[in-house]
């Protein structure tokens, strides 16, 4: 039950329904797609590496979302290949531990150098596979790249404080050392960056890595795990540091359950996390969860209303609205509620929608077909509830996985399907009257990832940022829920899962803490002044 958000619905798609389909059909076999080849892309891809590359499991054929045709197929990893997998990444781990963190940190550079010489090619896989626009293909490449740079820097500065201790001839101090081996599950929807995120910080925290990718954007997984292997071989250092295993839920659930996963990052769905976490708790291991939103953009009176369109209009459509920060909920003031609809469904009108490789487009397809019925079927639900689709709400008639971008207005907002996360382009417009109301249905949904409000009240923004303000683990102010910056810690409360990646401390989850107390006085005082003669 570990596949990715939406991937066991998914892999169907995958399976050998269409895995007949002969080799000269596949994506990579044609001329126009060549510069595959340039990321060591074949028509069949060992789907595992642990200092080599291999793989016993199934093969499957993965699906470009424009026109879902096949591109290439890859084999998937046993569970008899995880278990050689993780016992040399846990040997692996053994010489990574004791190179120094900067040393580990000069190797993140290089990865981040490596990725940089392949960003537009890889970027390009990312829209083929995944089905996001090229330009943010790319950029899920840089944010990648930008974390390695983050991360050396990180590797001279980690490490606890020197406390004062309250015995003479005393030392406190707080020894931070790597949890061993960092098991990492990622979601179709960023299928680069969140390994970035994680694997970037884990290892110049001085932590093996094992990555699970979704399996229907499995070539992505393998094309970066080709760049990271040659860098870690060029420098003599073991492979299995940065283990590929490409799998479905038989292999999310042995790296659940498995001890030797000192800690596991999943990202996905809240419904699939919750089984992680408690596969996870049950053996006392340690979990980092990076789970759904249904993120909310207020609008006060005083809004600048040349901020809040674009902004709108990028959170909800962008990527699809497939990204966890999406938003979802549009609160608009009752003052200007129709003068911002308006505006919005004219600027929906305008966006572009074709495919996603071509740099003109700003629209591409959902992921997969399931999510284009789930796209349908939330729909019919917001009308039956009530709602009124002001733009949008169909599918588009031409190949590939293309629905409409969607609003949706004149439902209250606590309607089912408004607290109901939809993996799909469709924006609930909601009207509200007072601050402090508009604030509790800010937090009502069970989510707690992105928020923003749009006002020039300085009282209200601080009264946003506070205990009574947004419970999100991002909290905006006149910029769109999405479009996170790397420096700061990034994740959520609530069913988002709690977790944190990549900036602020965020380093600390991939860490253990001692505190260490060293005696060198020739005398054996107790704390507290307690004495025991």
Known sequence: MLGLRH?????????????AAAMSTLLVSQPRYAWLRELGLQEENPGVYNGRWGGSGQVVTTYCPANNEPIASVRQASLEDYEETVKKAKEAWKVWADIPAPKRGEIVRQIGDALRQKIKVLGSLVSLEMGKIYVEGVGEVQEYVDVCDYAVGLSRMIGGPILPSERPGHALIEQWNPVGLVGIITAFNFPVAVYGWNSAIAMICGNACLWKGAPTTSLISVAVTKIIAKVLEDNKIPGAI???VCGGADIGTAMARDER???????????????????????????????????????????DLNLVIPSALFAAVGTAGQRCT?????FLHESIHDVVVEKLAKAYAQVRIGDPWDPDTLYGPLHTKEAVKMFLDAVEQAKQQGGSVVCGGKVINRPGNYVEPTIVTGLPHNAPIVHTETF??????????????????????????????????LGRIFRWLGPKGSDCGIVNVNIPTSGAEIGGAFGGEK???????SGSDSWKLYMRRSTCTINYSKDLPLAQGIKFQ
């Not at 991937?7 to 895995?19: F, G, H, I, M, T």
């Not at 604030?439 to 707690?448: H, P």
């Open 7 to 19: 991937a066991a619905a998914s892999l169907p798609l995958l399976l050998p329904l269409r895995a």
């Open 242 to 244: 940065c283990s590929l």
């Open 261 to 303: 996963m000192d800690l596991l990052s999943f990202t996905g769905s809240t419904k699939v996390g919750k089984q992680v976490a408690l596969m996870v708790q049950e053996r006392f291991g340690r979990s980092l969860l990076e789970l759904g939103g249904n993120n909310a953009i207020i609008v006060f009176e005083d809004a």
């Open 326 to 330: 999406t938003a979802r909920r549009l």
């Open 424 to 457: 799909a382009p469709i924006l609930y417009v909601l009207k509200f009257k007072e601050e402090e109301e508009v604030f509790a249905w800010n937090n009502e949904v069970k989510q707690g990832l992105s928020s923003s409000i749009f006002t020039k009240d």
């Open 495 to 501: 069913h988002t899962g709690g977790g944190r990646e």
